[in-house]
């Protein structure tokens, strides 16, 4: 099945150059980048489902035309469902781009936009078959630079330019420590083969070294800080793509390292549990605490790593003390939720183009009644909105289910006080999950319900066929995924065995038949009350008044919760903790003529943390600026030397 995935990467180069010789014509290199991305991702995805279902192993090697080794790629079962779950969100989010790109013909050139869609796609799929260190840092590279030009899609906004270099600088400072890992990991086999790569006596060193690298191209807390300003500032189906699949290479990078450094000690899994509480309760208060729509989803990316780290994190204290149900449990929900969290997560960035296509605004604030004027996007994002935040019968649900019974049982049976460290997931895991049902039902009833708070409300549309296609698609496999949980852990199994190292039967998982059957009495239930309601009102005078309307006799959208009134109960619980700041002004008087509130927060990581950091390491490398002389020939003698003290080290780590 190899080959058919390198024929999809030569495909999605071809669409891809054939955009740019398109490139005066910007409906030809619609079809041409777009139709061809979204024909790739499919046949792609069939293949990486094939491989994924047979079990199917295989390899290529070639030589590498520089004195680094060769050319090696395969595919795994580990391998195979990431190029999965890359091509499934890439093919809607190809799909959804045609339609939402449309409006921007004849205003900007889409050619290169297209380009380097195509090409982040492929350098994605890249990544999941390397199999040494060089391809794998090259193609790491190239989605990094691909995703920055598609970030600075509209750079004439400041924002925008500023968004895409917040996001350049904190890639290659995670890259530096991928660097570092793979040079010492070779360094210590004396190659850069996954196959043979090792790290005796230096695997904690490299697990760090992963952790951060990888971290942040994930959005780990406080590496995150990249995360809420460029998905804003992309496109939406750029968003989709990136917050739906690119952030998770980051999981299947530190995943893949996990494979080489050997049986895992109990502390890693305790580290991530930590890594993934941090971040998935910071994550869902700051989305608590945003006003624009595609921000506030961002920041739940931020939480729905945190979840996918805690579940990696039960996995691992299982593996280190050889409980395989705990840690099959803990690698499947884990892998369960990266392809759920990428199903709905690019289906509400879908949504939320969809909100600004059909507004002009995501100012959550300025919306409201869309659901009568959007009824397929608001349905759609409703869906997405119950599977992010893991309710029955929706996909989220299941993979939550997972992590959650790994955590018990490793809390019942996991010797030398490990199960506490996992069962300190689950109360983490239960406030994340009431947080972001808070989060969801603010921004769905603002966004959504009501009566529309301005005129670009107000006058809202319904967007095109090709931007509705890909949601309701996404929004069926929730639906799917949730209502049939057996065949979603069948097909995550294999990548979850390898990872536990389990090569015999899959461990019990509970009664997955006991979800699918709750999921159908709700969705039987839901549909009853909606006949019984239909058939209550047959024949009957229905009148139909304003929302909030309460008996006034002139109600209007300002009696409506705000987006900030609702969150602010919540998020006064946890001051302390986001550093809030108010400004508000309260009626006075009798007759008040105004009154205001307005709560700001702040991103904790980036305010407290990594600015003051930056500017003691702006202070400290300030003392060394007298090494820059201006003169090309003391340059080359840095370089000659960099180079020679790197020759040495490699010749002396490898005893040649």
Known sequence: MLLPILLC????????????LAGRSDRTALLAGAGGCA???????????AALVDGTKSSLRARWPLPVGEVHVALDSLSSFFLLCVFVVSGLAAVYGAGYLRASIGRRRLAPALFFFNLLVASMAVVAIARDGILFLVAWEVMTL????????ENEREEVRRAGMTYLIASQIGVVFLFVLFAMLARSSGTYDFDRLGAAGLADTAFVLALAGFGTKAGFWPAHVWLPDAHPAA??????????????????GLLRTLTFLGPPPEWWGAALIVVGAVSGVAGVLHALAQHDLKRLLAYHSV???G??????????????????AVAFLGYAGALLHVANHGLFKGLLFQGAGSVFHGTGTRDIESLGGLYRRMPVTAT??????????????LNGFVSEWLIYLGAFRGGAALPGGWGAWTLAAIPVLALIGGLAAACFVKAFGVVFLGEPRTAAAANAHESGGAMRAPMVAGALLCLTIGLWPAAAVRLVAPAASLLANLPGAIPDVGPLGALTRVGAVLLALVLLLALLRRALLRGRDVSVGATWGCGYAAPGPRMQYTASSFAQPILALFAPVIHSRVDAKGPDGYFPAQARYEEHVGDMAGERLLVPATRRVVRALSRVHAIQQGRLQLY????????????????????R
């Open 235 to 252: 496109p939406s189906p750029v968003s989709a793509l990136m917050s739906g699949v690119m952030i998770k290479m980051g999981i299947y």
């Open 9 to 20: 990467l030569a495909l999605l180069c071809a669409s891809a150059v054939a955009a740019v």
């Open 303 to 305: 939480e729905n790593i």
């Open 307 to 324: 979840i996918i780290a805690l579940g990696v994190g039960v996995g691992l204290l299982g593996q280190s003390r050889g409980n395989a």
């Open 636 to 655: 080359l003698v840095y370089i000659a030397a960099t180079l020679v003290v790197l020759l040495v080290w490699q010749l002396v780590g490898s005893g």
């Open 39 to 49: 024909v790739s991702c499919a046949l792609g995805a069939a293949a990486a489902a």
């Open 146 to 153: 691909a995703s920055f030009f598609l970030v600075t899609f």
């Open 380 to 393: 759609t994002f409703l869906a997405g909105s119950i599977a992010i935040c893991g309710l029955p019968p």
